[in-house]
């Protein structure tokens, strides 16, 4: 490894004679053999408890209170059936995925409208309602967990998708509003000028003019969207209680399979359904790596 | 502008504002009030009883218990992750010396920032339900068995109080520093290159361009990792829940103010005094956001 960054041209030494020793003359390979050694000591921090989770779906009970750090003996997919069919983690994946597309498309669609409007229009009252929804950001979410289990109970909607459907919409309003405001500030105005020269409505204009172009920060903020209300544990656990587990979302079934286990429990099957909640998520990240990191990290360099 | 332009407006922001102000600004608002009051139980009738609700929290030791914790997860969690993501960052980003005129990462750089990043796209609870398995206090827990190997004895990470926290934090930081690597990347990136160029002509090592050149021109964004980590140090709520033993335990030896929010509410149905714990949080995460950005201003550098 030590060879591999030496190779490199030595950035502090430019005009240096070409070194005879490398490894006695140059530090630097020192040094990148150290980095080398500590990013991948971080890496395999990273992979092996998530390597391990997989490995682990394929032992069975004894095995998993026997030694930690051994194979399974066969690979069979046995715990992966039970966990999917009777720990329910199929029926867990599809809540959730349904949860979140129409949170995730309700957000996008009313968070763009807003932001729009708050964008590029002024009229009255149009500063007050922008920091209305920016406030949101800075307010901890705890503080309004009793009146907003109260206030979606008197709607008639806890224990029902509706009401965690909309309450994820409104939750994640501030944010979304916020970043595509900034978005649409950015886009030129000609182009809606023309539109709306031509005759083309306010809401035609909104639809097929600046919806695609403001395409990369839509995309930005739906991923950023998506994994936020994919990955919520609290809203869910307050809002759908133990009365309704059949329409439980992921997180929750998942933690519930672990606190409710004691040591009768099927751990090949809490492992199996670990893994299928980890899994895809794995696999849309490694295909949009690029786009999620930057969705994600978007909200910080502004 | 022309005609049509208010309809289109209220049409446009209608069904925000309202389902933003019912879910969202109306409870903040009856938080406040709620927490003077001493609504208990579902159907009880609670009645104001003004302050009361705040003087019992200074008498409350699980209170403080959590209010010290979060001083601890301030102190210990942001600091930490910073580091280890700074270091990371500059690895992957400078520290491969120069080519073709740009300061380069080092080898394998890439794939070493889709791996950090990954933890970032993880649930906490299912973070969390994962290293119940890897800080199992006997063999059969990874880290204990692997300190079996080299025959040092099982370690109680969970369930001794003394550092319950701490093994609550590396997961905290483990999950973190992935996504701090990649916002400190994007501001090195933005670093003009010419500053280390010059800084490398006058004989700069890599220690001087990190120390001298590259934490200086960071320091805006680390301000705001700052800020996201202490924001987080006030919430950890999915972590304790799921991983902790006893939701907070041992002996409330991890348990913080959103965990207990959460039960006073939910499992004592005791409302009014959950909610005044929730403006105790409140207040703390303003007061912390506004110290730091006051603390930590400077002069700003425009390239």
Redesign the interface.
């Known amino acids: 490894m030590a060879t591999d960054t030496a190779r490199k041209p030595d950035a502090t030494r430019p005009a240096a004679p070409a070194p005879v020793g490398r490894r006695a003359k140059n530090p630097l390979g020192v040094f990148g053999a150290l980095s080398h050694v500590a990013l991948l000591v971080w890496a395999i921090l990273i992979v092996g408890p998530i390597v391990w989770t997989f490995l682990s779906s394929f032992k069975t009970n004894t095995e998993i209170f026997g030694d930690a750090i051994t194979l399974p003996a066969t690979f069979g997919w046995d715990a992966w059936g039970r966990a999917w069919e009777k720990a329910h983690i199929g029926q867990y994946m599809l809540n959730t995925v349904f949860v979140v597309a129409c949170s995730t498309a309700g957000t996008m669609l009313l968070g763009s409208m807003a932001a729009y409007v708050l964008a590029r229009y002024t009229f009255p009252g149009n500063r007050l309602v922008y920091f209305l929804f920016v406030s949101g950001m800075t307010f901890p979410v705890f503080l309004a967990l009793v009146p907003l289990f109260f206030v979606v109970k008197n709607l008639g909607l806890i224990d029902t998708h509706l009401g965690l459907i909309l309450v994820y919409i409104a939750y994640s309003l501030p944010f979304t509003v916020f970043f595509l405001s900034a978005f649409f500030k950015t886009l030129p105005t000609s182009v809606a000028e023309a539109a709306m020269m031509d005759g083309c409505s306010h809401t035609r204009t909104f639809f097929q003019v600046m919806m695609p172009m403001a395409k990369p920060g839509l995309i930005s903020i739906t991923i950023f969207n998506i994994l936020g209300q994919w990955n919520q544990y609290l809203l869910p656990i307050v809002l759908l209680s133990g009365n309704v587990e059949d329409k439980w979302v992921i997180t929750q079934g998942v933690a519930n399979i672990s606190t409710s286990a004691g040591y009768e429990a099927d751990w090949p099957g809490l492992f199996a359904a670990l893994s299928m909640a980890i899994i895809p998520v794995m696999i849309i990240y490694i295909i949009f790596q690029r786009q999620i990191q930057s969705g994600l990290t978007s909200g910080a360099v502004k | ?2 005609q ?3 309809p ?2 209220v ?3 209608a ?3 309202l ?10 608002i ?2 406040f009030y ?1 927490s003077m009051t001493n609504w208990k139980g579902i159907s009880a009738n609670p009645q104001f009883i003004g302050l009361e609700n705040f003087t019992r929290l200074f008498d409350d030791e699980v209170f403080w218990a959590a209010v010290r914790h979060h001083g601890v997860l301030l102190l210990v969690m942001p600091l930490v992750t910073i580091v ?1 993501a700074l ?2 960052a500059f ?2 980003n400078l ?5 073709g005129g740009r ?2 990462g ?3 750089s890439k794939v ?15 973070v ?7 800080y ?1 206090p006997d ?4 880290i ?3 300190l ?2 080299v025959g040092v004895g099982p370690v109680g990470w969970l369930i001794d109080p003394d550092i319950a926290l701490l093994s609550i934090i590396a997961v905290m930081v ?1 999950q973190a ?3 701090y690597v ?2 400190f990347s ?2 090195m990136s933005s670093i003009p290159k010419d500053v280390f160029e010059a800084a ?1 002509l006058d ?4 220690f001087t361009l990190f120390f001298r050149i590259t934490i200086p021109l960071l320091w805006d ?1 680390m301000q ?2 700052w800020v ?1 980590l202490g ?1 987080a140090a ?2 950890a ?2 972590l304790v ?2 991983l902790s033993v006893d939701r907070g335990g041992p002996d409330n030896s991890t348990t913080v ?2 965990m207990e ?2 039960r006073t ?2 499992n004592f149905s005791k ?1 009014g005094y ?2 005044a714990m ?2 105790a ?2 207040f703390m ?2 007061t912390f ?1 506004a110290l730091t950005l006051r603390v930590t201003r400077r002069e700003r550098i425009e390239f």
């Open positions: 502008m022309r049509g332009k208010y289109f407006i049409g446009f922001l069904a925000p504002v389902l933003y102000v019912v879910f969202v600004i109306s409870p903040y009856q938080a709620i280890i270091f990371f690895l992957l520290s491969g010396g120069q080519r300061m380069t080092i080898w394998g070493y920032r889709v791996i950090f990043f990954l933890p970032q796209v993880l649930a906490v609870a299912i969390g339900v994962l290293f119940q398995a890897i199992r063999g059969t827990g990874v204990n068995g692997l079996g190997k483990w520093v992935g996504f990649v916002l994007a501001g490398a004989g700069a090592g890599r964004t705001v990792a996201y924001i006030f919430d709520f999915a829940q799921v103010l959103p929010i959460w509410a939910f409302f959950a909610s929730g403006v949080l409140f995460t303003i956001a």
